[in-house]
């Protein structure tokens, strides 16, 4: 659902969770310009590919009864088609929102990404690794994508990004002023969307992109 307005330049926050992410594109006096729900792979494809064909061509949860065998050559090589989808799926979605909102959007804000061993093997091998290389795929995709559009990319912390967002509206409640904007375009608008808007919120006022990864 986007609102046309000139003027400036927008800004998008995302709240990501699995190969879906909720995006909410805001301008630069707040208001909602565009909320939207994406999804960055092809049906048929897994989710989550490190998490669990990862897992199980190494061993892992060998007895859960979902996993299945498969060898670690064919899992990385199944992990690069997805990747590969999500690549392809952030660059259509961003495409997407740029030409449904009227003003150009300058800036986009995104969870921040640990560190993480290099290579596909390496991720699946490492315990914690394998916990997190699935979602911080998915915002690599996004943040790749969006900076081949020349946007600006933020990360943020779940853990501050509210402070950060009360920080730049100077005192005024966030909590009242993410209602509000709720109330503006009316449903849904869910905890992830009044992230997602909170996100944007917090680096309007930056200067410079903040490091994405750790």
């Not at 670690?72 to 952030?90: F, H, K």
């Not at 390496?122 to 394998?130: F, H, K, M, S, V």
Request: proline share 6%; hydrophobic share 45%.
């Amino acid at each position: 659902m986007a609102r046309r307005r000139t003027g400036g330049t927008a800004t998008v926050g995302v709240v990501e969770h699995s190969n879906l992410a909720v995006l909410v594109t805001l301008a630069p006096d707040g208001a909602v310009l565009d909320r939207r729900e994406i999804e960055l792979t092809d049906r048929g494809l897994p989710t989550h590919p490190y998490h669990h064909e990862g897992s199980w061509s190494v061993g892992r949860y060998r007895n859960s009864p979902w996993a299945r065998e498969i060898s670690l050559s064919e899992a990385v090589a199944l992990i690069a088609r997805v990747q590969a989808s999500a690549a392809r799926g952030a660059r259509e979605n961003l495409e997407t929102l740029a030409a449904s909102v009227s003003m150009p959007i300058a800036r986009i804000a995104i969870r921040a990404c640990p560190s993480l061993p290099p290579t596909p093997e390496e991720r699946i091998a490492d315990n914690r690794a394998q916990t997190l290389a699935d979602s911080v795929m998915y915002r690599e995709a996004i943040v790749a994508a969006a900076e081949a559009r020349g946007w600006a990319v933020y990360g943020y912390e779940r853990e501050r990004v509210f402070r950060d967002a009360a920080a730049v509206l100077g005192g005024v409640d966030v909590g009242k002023a993410l209602s509000a904007m709720g109330r503006s375009i009316g449903p849904p608008w869910q905890a992830r969307h009044k992230m997602a808007a909170a996100a944007a919120l917090a680096v309007m006022t930056s200067l410079s992109p903040r490091r994405i990864g750790g």
